[in-house]
Every structure is written in C-alpha cells, then in structure tokens.
C-alpha cells in the first residue's frame, strides 16, 4: 500500500507520535504551520470523509481537544480537506490542528463569501434535510 499515513500506521515510516489508540492516531505535522501544528487520523483507511464508518471516526474530536488543551492554543483552526481540489494532498482522512499565536504563524485564508439568495437557500436547506 503505498498511503504515507498507512505506512506510518503500519510503523513503516517513523512519525513523531502524540496519541496513540486502536481507531486514532496523532503526530506533529513534519511541515509545521505554527508550533504543535498537529494531524490527527483515523487508523481506518479512507479517501475522504464519507469513505470512514462513523465507528472509526468517535476518537477523532476528543484528541483534537486535546491536543489544543496539550498545547495551550488559544486561537487554532482544526482543517480537514476532502479531495484534490479542495487542496487535500494526501488521499487518507486527516485533521489538522493549527494553532494561531499571531497574525504571521498558523494557516492564512481568505474567505471568499457573498450575500446568499435566501429563497434559494431555503430550498438548498429543505432538499438537503430531506437527504440527512
């Protein structure tokens, strides 16, 4: 298998380990953002979100808060990306947790939004709860 994070699941590829548990594990970040830039991944293989099954997933937010505790960040931003166009890199489930001491360390990102029709969202808003 030739997933990085599968590899360093397997113990193929060392990482400098935080957390470790049968459905979880977290490691610092080898390209850090900010200090304690951390990643947090389900064991289970996947692609992207909706590729992991909800038990493997129960772990994922309990680390992430504490790692933020672990850490003493007071302004981070936890990011998981789903596909290459949506700028996910490698193709297993991760989060990161980035802490933001300063306006120059942690992630930068514009937030491109605009007004939203409110008689189309409010069918967006039916259409999809009717999926869920």
Known sequence: MSCIFCRIIKGEIPCMKLFE???TLA???IGPLSKGHALVIPKHHGAKLADIPDDQLTEILPTLKKLVSATGAVDYNILQNNGTIAH???H????HMIPKPNDA????ISWPSRPGDM??????????????
């Open 105 to 108: 360390e942690g992630l930068g």
């Open 21 to 23: 548990s049968e459905k």
């Open 27 to 29: 490691f610092l970040d």
């Open 88 to 90: 996910q890199e490698v």
């Open 92 to 95: 297993h489930v991760h989060f």
């Open 119 to 132: 008689e189309k969202l409010k069918i967006l808003c039916e259409d999809i709860k009717s999926k869920m």
